[in-house]
């Protein structure tokens, strides 16, 4: 077992009464697999994602349950042992590279920082590494993205970027937070696309989170549906895209956009 979540619970004290985001959470994935997490803005996914990724550090929020990666509990283990995981064993992917790029440094550089902060490799060996991690991502002239900053880049390129950054290690887990949000419908089929050959290639598993019921269709093999911190449903997709038993994923089903065809057929 590569992730087991168990009834993981997380709640917030920085108003008058405790707020409970997440309501016993509970998720398994093996190596390889494409999970999927959906839901509407507040609906707890991307505080579990966080969570499972040791990225929940408040001193108002209290975590109880348990989150283990490889047998390491990522609420409760040490700081050390949090570093050795992330960037490492684990990598992860946000919404919006501009904030995760650093404007000031450039693009091999922050390719790089996982091999800096895991390995000892040599300057050479880390930027042939790197632009191999530029070319998996499918980027143009490696080379020369290599030395350009973030804003060179297009919001596609830059978001390549930031997965060939989560990839350069080899990560056994890649926790892909709302990636494709702000990308157009085009560039997200080729990110999905991506993500798809890095997990069937490497033998990777992806924890997709999105509130795109589609997209979640196209790359997972299973998704979790979560409103209000609780998971509603669960499933294998197509059990859970085409028999939906809660109404709050039927509603997420019918809100998918229908095109009509064309020539009245």
């Given amino acids: 077992m590569l992730l087991e979540v168990k009834d993981l619970q997380i709640a917030f004290h920085d108003h008058s009464r405790p707020e409970t985001v997440v309501h016993d959470f509970n998720l398994t994935m093996e190596a390889g697999e494409i999970v999927g997490i959906v839901g509407e803005s507040g609906s707890g996914k991307s505080m579990s994602a966080m969570a499972i990724a040791g990225l929940l550090s408040r ?66 060996e880390r930027k042939e590494r790197a632009l191999q991690a530029l070319a998996e991502a499918e980027l143009p002239n490696p080379e020369r993205v290599y030395s350009l900053y973030p804003h060179n880049l297009s919001g596609g390129m830059r978001q390549r970027v930031m997965i060939a950054a989560a990839m350069i290690a080899r990560p056994k887990l890649l926790i892909a937070d709302e990636p494709t949000t702000a990308l157009d419908v085009t560039i997200q089929a080729q990110i999905v696309k991506l993500l798809q050959k890095f997990s069937r290639e490497k033998g990777m598993a992806v924890l997709f989170i999105s509130h795109d019921l ?6 997972c093999s299973r998704v979790l549906v979560m409103q209000k911190g609780y998971v509603v449903e669960q499933g294998d997709m197509e ?19 229908k095109i009509p065809r064309q020539g009245g057929v």
């Fill in 239 to 257: 059990t859970v895209f085409e028999h939906p038993v809660h109404p709050y994923t039927q509603k997420l089903l019918a809100a998918i956009p």
């Fill in 214 to 219: 589609s997209l979640v269709r196209q790359l």
């Fill in 59 to 124: 001193h108002d929020m209290t975590k109880e349950g348990k989150c283990l990666f490889q047998g390491v509990d990522t609420l409760r283990c040490s700081r050390q042992e949090l570093r050795k995981l992330q960037g490492n064993e684990m990598g992860i992917i946000f919404q919006e590279p501009m904030t995760s790029l650093n404007p000031l440094k450039k693009i091999g550089w922050q390719v790089e920082e996982s091999l800096r902060l895991h390995t000892d490799l040599g300057k050479a």
